[in-house]
């Protein structure tokens, strides 16, 4: 469809105009707005010509009904005039035989013949309007009518009647006394009424309504386009913001009205929006400054030491040398790892999926944590078999950081356990050092965060261990919480959602020496 839509509107130039026209959304509410009122204003019109047609036609029939019923009691009677008295110029009247003889007419309608054949008239009458050109005789104002209103009604008179009503015609025929074997005679009331009144009526209506409508319709124009132009100003002045916003000024907030309308909330959430890239940006250049100053420092100490000894190559001692420089390079490659994986933490990465022991990777890193801090007590008495679903290597890190941390703080002791619940793996980790402020536990889990200013980098290591521990907690679905430990230092409580129960490793799972895995893909 939108490629229809492209092709119409390159083969159609105007198409494209009409489109830049209406860019705007201005445009768009006032033509919108003038059209729906043109469209009522419409409506309402042709409903109340309708009905005003449809009122004055019920006056007029009546108006016709109740003249052909005085001339009907006339003819009853026995006192029909002629010429008929009308009250009226948009009446006429005539008195028919059952012949189609006219017995009394009105005087505008002198000379005429019968306005209907007796034979198509039915005992019940007729009232119907209908366009006719004996309606010619009817005029109002001088202006000739041809839409009547025509009512027949028949009327039977009494013998002994019908010679006076024969004699109130000029000239008289013998045979209107077809009713002198005793039988009643039948006449024909023929009343028209002209409906001109009603059309001048309407059509009063319509001048005026066609006078009025236009300036109607101006009015809502206008009115919509300046109360548009008002209610849109504030987006226009917020789009202004917007178009001045750079990375080097992100610290500017877009214009925000008064009130709690849409545009208001539109611009609070503009503004919040800002803040966020703000913060972000902010985080994204002191990471890149934390970063380089800590890559920084390992070079920094490998090039003096080789320096110094290419200055004094004689009097150095080469085997120390290259051991500085393997301490920092591989104190460089920790960082750059570290680095890598909160890359891949906070980008949503996760490789694989599979069983993994927990208890069996804590068992691995404090075996090989005790090797490098053999100071430090490291308790492993509480820690039960685990299983759970996630990235080996990414479970591995969390409990490696975790351990790492503890060891670095403690003064004797590491606490280590790992248990399960219905639905999740619990791993904690308890030291009895200096512990962490209440204030400063949520600042541990901002990259390059020490709470020890006075530890060299060595010893308080790069500042990443917990941030990439929450990021790859959050990763796997889980939650890490910073408490005090009963020894008084810092207990670390990581839960992780467990996906598969624990079962015994059937025949086609393999587990290897070096990572206690059930390389069961899911």
Known sequence: MEKLSNVSRTQFPPLRWVGRQLASVRKRTTIAATVVV???LMAAFVGVALTLRAALTRNVVNTAKNEADDIVLLVRDGHLPNPLPIPRGDLAAQVVSSQGTVIAYSPNLKGAKALRSPRGVPSSGIVKTEDSARANR???NGNV??????VADQVQVPTFLVGVISRSKPTSDSHLMAGSNGKPTTFYVYTIASLSSVDASVAALKREFFIIYPIILAVVAISTWILSRRALAPVDQIRRDVEEITALNLSNRVFQPEGDDEIARLAATMNSMLTRLDAAAEQQKQFIADASHELKSPLSALRASLEVGLLHSDLTDWQQTAGIALRESERMQRLIEDLLTLAKAEARVQAVRITVDLDELCREEVHRIRRTHPGVNIDMSRVSAVRLLGDPEQIRSIVRNLIENAVRYASTTVSVTASTTAQSAVFTVADDGPGIPMDRRDAIFERFTRLDPA?????GGSGLGLPIVRSLVELLGGTV????S??????????????VKDRVPSESTIETPSTPLLRERV
Do not use: K, M, W
């Open 455 to 459: 530890r060299s980098r060595l010893q």
């Open 481 to 484: 919480t910073v408490e005090s």
């Open 138 to 140: 009817l005029a109002i």
């Open 145 to 150: 009518d041809h839409h009547t209103v025509f």
């Open 38 to 40: 043109g469209l009522v």
């Open 486 to 499: 009963e020894a008084g230092g810092a207990y670390f409580r990581v839960q992780l959602p467990v996906s």
